[in-house]
């Protein structure tokens, strides 16, 4: 056989090294509450993402939706059908969003994982695959994001293997603190707003200490200056009202008069509403 007639394995990469993506806790918190409603026979859930691929060529995964499954040992089913439907129902809300890949619940990739990926493949181009560990195998909800790279002999396909992108969680910070009780495996109780408030402060404080560490250390030369961190640094400090500190605990102190009015308020509501409701029902059955 002549030199340029053999035949060469090789990876069909989608460039997965400069891929990567983040998700929004709204896309977790759906697929544990659907995991958690899933049929008494299913193991896992599989479901659709779905985002945008920012300019810079990252994936945002903003939403999702459960898709019915049967699976065995040698193949999975998915009902297309509502796929589809719940696809054109979303996009009616949100026309932006569009599908940029699927999830399964579970630590990490599955034997049948490789014939859903084929399936999104047709619908969209280098499908994300994203992963939610609702067994807490590690002590935690691990979540993680992968891309198939296709294993090729010639023109024939042979394979598809997974490999991780990076993938970043991106929230506010209340956000944060809902999904830091989430991926625990026990909860002795919810924090209330004075506690979650309590948690955030000392991660503010935390986080200034390593700024002032920083600059100490660009200042004594430990460390080379950073331009682009100066400047952050700079128009964050910036940003921040020149405020006297009993000027700034009277500011705080009426902001948090306000919001125990309204909860006082909404409290006040809530009993006269469920009251009313009560007494409309004793005078129908009177």
């Given amino acids: 056989m002549a030199a340029g007639d053999r035949t060469v394995l090789q990876f069909n990469s989608p460039s997965s090294a400069s891929l990567s993506a983040k998700v929004h806790p709204l896309v977790i918190f759906n697929i544990c509450d659907c995991y958690v409603r899933r049929p008494d026979q299913a193991e896992r859930v599989i479901g659709t993402l779905l985002g945008s691929v920012l300019p810079d060529g990252t994936v945002d995964i903003r939403n999702s939706y459960a898709v019915p499954h049967t699976e065995s040992a040698e193949q999975v089913a998915l009902d297309i059908e509502y796929h589809h439907n719940m696809l054109v129902s979303h996009q009616k ?11 399964s619940t579970g630590l990490g990739v ?17 499908p994300i695959h994203l992963t939610v560990d609702t067994g807490f195998r590690n ?21 598809a293997q997974f490999q991780e992108i990076p993938l970043d969680l991106c929230m506010v910070e209340a956000e944060r603190v809902g999904f830091d009780i989430l991926k ?82 909404s409290s006040i509501a809530r009993t006269q509403l469920g009251l009313a409701e009560k007494l409309n029902t004793a005078a129908q059955i009177l």
């Fill in 93 to 103: 809300v949100n026309p932006k969003e569009v599908i940029v890949g699927w999830y």
């Fill in 184 to 265: 625990k495996t026990a909860v002795d109780k919810l924090p209330n707003d004075l506690e979650g408030m309590e948690v955030t402060m000392g991660r503010l404080l935390a986080l200034i200490d390593d700024v002032y560490k920083y600059v100490d250390d660009v200042v004594e030369g430990r460390v080379p200056a950073d331009n682009n961190i100066g400047r952050f640094i700079a128009e964050t400090v910036a940003s921040l009202p020149k405020l006297s500190p009993p000027a700034f605990d009277k500011l705080m102190n009426d902001s948090l008069q306000d919001q125990l009015l309204l909860l006082y308020l």
């Fill in 139 to 159: 002590g935690e909800g691990t979540v993680k994001a992968f891309v198939s790279v296709n294993l090729a002999l010639g023109d024939r396909q042979l394979a």
């Fill in 110 to 126: 599955t034997g049948g994982s490789a014939l859903i990926q084929d399936f999104y493949s047709r619908e969209v181009p280098n």
